[in-house]
């Protein structure tokens, strides 16, 4: 994309009342836009990094046999009712509206109930278990604060996976199988080093839950880690009984700020047998299913990564989620030079390498400064000197060194 | 993918209160569920009809210059007060909610003002303009009756385009561009023959505006079409002044039912005087943009074409949008025609051709029948019969014709 055409642009200052550094730093750039307190639209640079991640996470949900669909915002009071979470007092950050009949309908917040509710007509046997299905859902929640940016909304996108299972121990089996695939994802957008398995509250089903914990003191959870052992356990659990159970100990611990990328947790069978979602098994007995729930925050975790792998300059996007692989910077009043960038970026274009190709008539420093912005993992110049060169000077965002190179280098750089 | 894996199945019958053709055939074959009146889930074959839509849509969309962005369901109430469309009163199908400090916050209907909100901080100057930004978004409609099944929804996606010009002339020419992608998409999803150009009502803004309308019985819309023209007149501007200016006579007419696909509609200078947005023209003067919108139901696009392209076996998709480009049916007990089918199964994967494998243990009228009810455009069989000539039985879904190929044949048919 020619940043001469593309309708964003970068801006000095974030909103006033913005003060979440992830969103200040994503406005600035122009890839994220407030609509208001915890509620943002994504710029075409931000859907690109949201689509980014996106196919990272579809990949390994498709890797461990899930299947994709999609839900939907409105949701049936009924549902909820069963399982006693529609009542404001038992879950507060319900939005509700009515139908033009009066009926009240809810909008998503989760979709376990009508997920279970849905898939029951699809259960009958044995034979159609066990079934993961996910999603990449629009979650509204109603939040009385909304003040880290992208890292907490009232909007937001989720990928939330469902598994139903006949027995614990195919649970209990694929359970473990998840665990590894979300720390897999973790890795994949940049994050593995200083992204935690963290043991929670289970609620009413478990006594665990477990919660993948990025390490950032924009975090707005406490854990206590263990480093060597690559464990945290969450404060909400943090007690000497459980520490004994875990097997660690309060000196090996470190006491940190994180938030919370994902969490996956058991609900046994019980909302199974609210929901009346029952098999019958291989002897003919009626079976309730064990049903699991995983979620990864996904604008969330855009909103991790634009925190804490910034720096003073600007955003710094790992290879895998950026939104271009690389800027190309015209520094060349000559027409000359103007003909070897538009070469360039056409060639790039041709090999499938998605680059933004900085073509504005501004100078070096603005330019400079916007691609530091930006963020994306290289930064290709081209100049009056290192045209007589016939190269390229090619920078990391990441890395202080510069190096020339041609044409064939830059691909080969790129790819 | 196996049938036997896919957490769906077909079924004989739909809900009893489903009165609508397409959402019958799409629930029992497994595309869609129904939530409640109006409110459906895509399930894994209908997201993938939905995703393949989006990408004839957005290759349009890019090919015109678009830069695809997503606005946010949750929208505020001064926005659309600015431009008197909060009332009830003047738009009767709001869906509305609070956040917990009572303050009202609308659900998306439709996004005209926030993102006309939205582009007023990136466009300063003429140099900033033209600017064409489009989104697939999902949208809450708080509809009286919802009966038509996926043709008219209360949550439903559409892709909206917005185009923001310097001038009246600029702004009519890229209206006719659209014009001219919008017929592109409906001929790349099988519609093109019974779509036609529709002059419909301008409203506050101009005299027409235009809508793109499919001939079927299930529409909810009256137009009077001349068929060699390729062109109509929707009933609520049909009288004699408008057959005059359109150069149309009554006795060419033929009046028909038909169900709106896309529309797209001038607002002039208005809304951008409503909502603040100007310019500074090459002579310095202050200017406001000319806005127009258009919209594809991107939803209720997949339900007329199950409506109109269907028989009474099933659903007839289209190539390019069908959820697989085949299926294969294993009717053999024998472990040998077991293994060619897998084998073939494989290829095709291989090759990167989409296909559905049904593998189930159920005789062959019921895997036939099956096949017609989804759908895919191509079937093939294997049997003891066809192995021991090393060949496949190839039919198209929408013919009779039966031919015997190898595995090459297979593969050439399919790509």
Redesign the interface.
């Known amino acids: 994309m020619r940043l001469s055409?593309?309708?964003?642009?970068t801006s000095k200052d974030a909103p006033a009342d913005e003060t979440a550094k992830n969103a200040q730093l994503l406005i600035r750039a122009g890839f994220i836009?407030k609509?208001?307190a915890g509620?943002?639209?994504?710029?075409?640079l931000?859907?690109k990094v949201?689509e980014n991640i996106k196919t990272v996470v579809r990949e390994e949900m498709n890797k461990l046999?899930g299947?994709?669909?999609?839900?939907?915002?409105?949701?049936?009071k009924e549902l909820w009712e069963k399982t006693d979470r529609w009542d404001d007092k038992k879950v507060d950050i319900w939005?509700?509206?009515?139908?033009?009949n009066d009926t009240e309908?809810g909008?998503a917040w989760s979709h376990e109930e009508?997920i279970t509710d849905?898939?029951r007509?699809?259960i009958a046997s044995y034979r159609?278990l066990p079934?993961y299905?996910y999603q990449f859902q629009?979650k509204?929640r109603?939040?009385?604060r909304a003040k880290s940016g992208i890292m907490r909304c009232?909007?937001f996108l989720m990928k939330d996976l469902y598994s139903y299972s006949k027995t614990e121990q195919e649970h209990q089996k694929f359970y473990d199988v998840v665990t590894k695939a979300y720390l897999n994802i973790f890795d994949q957008v940049g994050l593995g080093d200083i992204t935690y398995f963290t043991f929670a509250s289970g609620g009413a089903f478990t006594q665990f839950s477990h919660e993948f914990q990025t390490l950032t003191d924009a975090g707005e959870d406490t854990i206590y880690l263990n480093r060597s052992k690559k464990l945290a356990v969450n404060e909400e659990v943090y007690n000497d009984d459980v520490l004994k159970q875990l097997d660690l100990k309060k000196e090996d611990l470190e006491k940190v700020k994180a938030a919370e990328l994902g969490n996956i947790f058991s609900f046994g069978t019980t909302k199974s047998e609210q929901l009346d979602l029952y098999f019958v098994d291989e002897k003919g007995k009626k079976q309730s299913a064990v049903l699991g729930s995983y979620g990864i925050g996904i604008s969330r975790l855009m909103g991790v990564v634009a925190e804490v792998l910034s720096d003073d300059k600007g955003l710094v996007w790992p290879e895998n989620i950026a939104p271009a692989k690389a800027i190309i910077i015209n520094l060349g009043a000559e027409q000359e030079v103007t003909k070897a960038a538009d070469e360039l970026y056409e060639s790039l274009q041709t090999e499938g390498i998605e680059v933004l190709y900085d073509d504005r008539e501004l100078s070096a420093g603005e330019k400079f400064a916007d691609a530091d912005l930006i963020g994306v993992p290289y930064r290709v110049v081209i100049s009056n000197k290192t045209l007589k060169e016939d190269k390229f000077e090619l920078k990391k965002r990441s890395s202080q060194d510069v190096e020339l190179v041609d044409t064939r280098g830059i691909i080969d750089a790129l790819r």
């Open positions: 055409k593309l309708f964003t642009s836009h609509e208001m509620v943002y639209s994504y710029l075409p931000g859907l949201i046999g299947q994709e669909f999609l839900m939907t915002s409105l949701q049936r939005f509700k509206s009515k139908l033009q309908v909008l009508p849905m898939i007509e699809f159609d079934a299905v629009n509204l109603n939040e009385v009232r909007e």
